[in-house]
């Protein structure tokens, strides 16, 4: 029982909250590093996914194709660079230290579910019509025409996969954002309508 109080006494203590703080800041700086990193990270594989496909380009004796032909490589072009410029501007705003608070945290939790979405949409779409222009569609008597653009294909196709790792990277933000807000803010209070009264079906 001593040496609970004493403890305690020393938790208490200016020197034990100074101590508390000062770990709480270590800790917050620590999280901080994490999550601009992780930031950047989905800005380099947007860069590189965007400079990939803007030089997607092959010309043969079939003719000739570019990302800018397909309506669905323009908007995983569009998708990229949006969300590169949102990673970059989170990143610094994430690096700043400052205080959280309430409209922070909604803002980083709306905006990171947003553009989850938004490069997601721009993958899901772009891997119908890579699959389409590997396999074909026999219904449509489409062929195949990675048989003849396979260059072209290969690129869309590494352009596709760091499409996606961009995803995964948004998926564990909205993750530490959505428990960032969820866990420090309480929700809102549960309406309760007194005027109504359920009687219990049976009693003890």
Known sequence: ?????????VANSPA??????????EE???????????????????????VLMLKNSQSNDFGSVSYSDLAAF????????????YS?????????????????AWTFFLLDQMFTYIVLGA?????????????????TTWSSACESFGIFCHK?????????????CYALLSLMS???????YDAPVAYSNKGIEITPAFRA
């Open 28 to 50: 917050r700086k620590n999280n901080n590093i994490v999550e601009t990193l992780l930031r950047l990270l989905p800005m380099a594989l947007c860069l590189s996914a965007l």
């Open 123 to 139: 993958g899901a779409i772009s891997t119908e019509v890579i699959y389409l222009a590997y396999k074909g569609n026999a219904a």
């Open 156 to 168: 869309a196709t590494a352009a596709l996969i760091l499409t996606f790792g961009v995803v995964v």
């Open 16 to 25: 034990g909250m100074g101590m508390q703080a000062s770990r709480q800041d």
């Open 74 to 85: 323009r908007y995983l072009v569009h998708a990229n660079g949006v969300c590169a410029a």
């Open 178 to 184: 959505s428990y960032r807000l969820f866990s420090k």
């Open 1 to 9: 029982m001593a040496d609970i109080k004493s403890s305690n006494i």
């Open 88 to 104: 970059l501007l989170s990143a610094i705003v994430s690096a700043v230290p400052r205080p959280s608070t309430m409209p922070r």
